[in-house]
């Protein structure tokens, strides 16, 4: 319900220009639901269904493998594919010179130079490449490390390493409980706007209060979980 409202006003808004994908995935990366907007770009589909499946996959406390945690305390913590990116990035806080990577960075990865980024030696091999960015460009299609499952592995394509998502939740009253459902996943235009559509797609469907991952910190880092433009309307 949600989604239709949003795209009922994102189509009937005067003057808009965005054309999105929305993806909405189960918790098992079922996708449920999906629409391209008239005029919205052909490969924003595989980025909104990986991006709503990322979602469902790395927020959902008893799925979620152990190898993809920097921290214990983000275990059924919500976050968002803008956290992806923060702890992919090679600086960790991004932009601090000389800063240690982010846990997921390839730069984690043995032989690799982690201040040039340049082969120490030789070529590795793709096995040894175990962090969570060089794993998932050397096994593109996964989710994560999500262990394999013969129905599970092949709802998979992939990780999406930048904003446009939001995992979501049932309330007390249609649950009997607060719990994760699945995951919604928008691509079409620049990650901020994506990012402002997801959050509003996701209304009525967000995490508990207090769940979300920008309520902890890594090495003393804030994490991030959905960033807004200034005047998203605008």
């Not at 770009?41 to 959902?60: L, P």
């Not at 998979?156 to 919604?184: M, T």
């Amino acid at each position: 319900v949600a989604c239709e409202a949003l795209l009922v006003a994102t189509d009937s808004w005067f003057g808009a220009r965005t054309r999105m994908v929305f993806a909405v995935a189960d918790h098992d990366g079922e996708i449920l639901a999906l629409y391209r907007m008239p005029d919205a770009t052909y490969f924003s589909i595989a980025v909104a269904v990986a991006k709503a499946r990322n979602m469902a996959y790395y927020n959902s406390a008893a799925e979620v493998n152990p190898v993809d945690l920097c921290d214990t305390n983000q275990l059924g913590k919500a976050h968002t594919n803008r956290t992806f990116r923060f702890l992919a990035d090679p600086r960790f806080p991004d932009g601090i010179d000389f800063a240690d990577a982010g846990c997921f960075s390839i730069l984690n990865d043995p032989g690799i130079d982690p201040i040039t980024a340049e082969n120490i030696a030789g070529p590795s091999l793709f096995s040894d490449f175990q962090s969570v960015l060089g794993f998932t460009r050397f096994n593109p299609e996964r989710n994560f490390h999500r262990p394999f499952n013969a129905v599970t592995s092949l709802n998979e394509n992939g990780v999406v390493f930048f904003p446009g998502a939001a995992p979501l939740y049932k309330s007390a009253a249609l649950n009997g409980g607060l719990g994760l459902i699945g995951g919604l996943g928008v691509s079409g235009d620049g990650v901020d706007q994506d990012d402002v559509v997801a959050a509003a797609g996701a209304l009525g469907f967000e995490p508990p209060t207090g769940l979300t991952v920008d309520h902890i910190k890594i090495d003393g880092v804030p994490l991030p979980y959905q960033k807004f433009l200034r005047n998203p309307l605008g």
